[in-house]
């Protein structure tokens, strides 16, 4: 069995680990396809939070208080930074996580590919699943804020993490998702999966840009495998991050229902054969998908794998 | 006054302490003109040995019990890229020092030359000195060794850091130095200065690379300021480092006399006017150059300033 999972940072990395314990246990494989619209180039290295978070999650190296980063991580190279007033001085670079990126930056620009960085970057974590980014070109999610009554585009990473989402914002932005093509693997990967499933990740900025690779969404909607999602909304809340305030944006309600509406089925132009649901959002309803509700709280790996079985039943 | 001072690693940055002591007394301007030959690209960092002890000693921010790198440094980076199989490990890149890495490399690859980057770094370190390195261009030393039988040319850091200058060795080569410049202010410090100072650094592999800078020796020969050399060998003994290693490479004995004659008199096609020996080498002769004896073990400032000093009486 060939199971493909669309994922985002943190909340993609620990569905995956769900994915991956109830792989083993069937002798299923995994292949996961993961948002690059996060990345940044920040004082000359190449950043990828998203394959960073779910890397370091299934390898073991993540630090699960935080929810980003590594474990047992220090900061002596960020506060150097400051000292020299090299900005930006928001963004988290831990000096464990630094020696990723450097790796990953070194072998960039010998002229690897990201798909085959990630590669070699997980032979030292084994995350026990095939890990692709979406694409190996440039995609980048921007944010059109308000600023002085003037429309900006800045980095997400700077709309997400030095403005917390809190400035007047009209739109996000993948730049180059026109001409990108999708990373070395993952057509292929599509093209033999038995079941695709969209971990719960936020919907307009970790899943969206994958969606948004050309060729991506067609290899979704065209294919054989069915499409299952997992809701990243219980009740009216994300289940982490703050997709509420990107769904506002879109002027999307921030709940199951508006969720599953926006993936849309795949009878109908969209993605979706089957949206997986909380219980309290059992009333759900998305037109020519099959809903379901299973416990959606993620709160340790065997309750993460009974909903990746019940999402698998649902397919 | 101006005083123009050649330099090269930890003994240059110790004898700048003195000169910029002095210079403190008298109202004298220093400028320190820096070896770059030891400048080394490691994970996609450029790293300038040279500089960056003169830049840390005189900001206070090396450690002094090391003699080079950052106080309270800390190796956490270097752990994880190890983890990664990331060569070379045996290079010493510590956190803090790494900061300045990602800075200076983000600043080379925006297109500012060296020098302008240096003096960017030295806004925050303040050392006191204006610091130039020799030359913006690419000037990397590197040694011929021989491997079964063959040659072979390594860089100098790998020669001297990972294999401590023990491997049978022919010569070494100034990469680059043909076709490089002197960095933007060298010509115009030289041409202006009252007296110039060689550092007692290593003449082989600190100062030669610096003289191999097309315009520098010229300058230094051609120009009204007198010049006054420092031994770095006392005995027979180099103050610091392994000049005596490099030295037998040239076939130069090891000693105050050896290193004078290879530097020579101004008025013979060399560099110098005068010759600063330890009293244990008064009975030094260099041709048509003023030797003259000075205690010269750099044990703390008031030692050094004493030596720079008499270094300023001779010229």
């Known amino acids: 069995m060939r199971i493909v999972v669309l994922a985002g940072g943190i909340g993609g990395a620990r569905f995956l680990t769900g994915v991956r314990a109830h792989a083993r246990e069937v002798g299923a494989e995994v292949t996961a396809v993961v948002n690059v619209g996060d990345d940044i180039r920040l004082h ?42 090299a900005e930006p001085t928001w963004f988290g670079l831990g000096d464990r996580d630094l020696a990723t990126h450097l790796v990953r930056t070194t072998m960039l620009n010998a002229g690897y590919p990201l798909s085959a960085v990630t590669e070699a970057l997980c032979a030292r974590w084994q995350p026990g699943v095939r890990l692709l980014p979406a694409t ?16 900006q585009a800045i980095h997400f990473q700077e709309w997400w993490i030095r403005h917390r989402a809190q400035v007047p914002t009209r739109r996000f932005v993948f730049v180059g998702a026109e001409s990108a093509k999708p990373a070395a693997g993952v057509l292929d990967a599509l093209s033999v999966a038995d079941v695709v ?7 307009v900025v970790s899943i969206a840009p994958i969606l948004a690779v050309p060729g991506i969404r067609e290899a979704l909607a065209g294919g054989r495998a069915p499409v299952v999602g997992v809701s990243p909304i219980i009740g009216t809340s994300p289940v982490r991050g703050m997709a509420d305030r990107c769904l506002e944006v879109l002027d999307v309600e921030c709940s199951a229902e508006g969720v599953g509406g926006l993936y849309g089925a795949r009878s109908g132009g969209g993605i979706l054969d089957g949206w997986l649901v909380d219980p ?17 709280w993620m709160t340790d790996e065997a309750a993460t794998v009974a909903m990746v079985r019940a999402a698998l039943e649902l397919a």
């Open 197 to 203: 499933l969209v971990a719960p990740s936020n919907p």
């Open 44 to 85: 000359g290295l190449q950043i990828c939070p998203d394959l960073d978070s779910v890397m370091y999650t299934l390898g073991g190296g993540a630090d699960p208080e935080r929810g980003w980063g590594r474990v047992g991580e220090t900061w002596t190279v960020k506060e150097e930074l400051a000292a020299y007033g």
């Open 136 to 151: 190996d070109d440039r995609l980048e999610t921007h944010v059109v804020v308000e600023r002085d009554g003037e429309q």
């Open 280 to 296: 309290v959002d059992a009333h759900t309803r998305v037109p020519d998908v099959t809903v379901r509700p299973a416990p959606l």
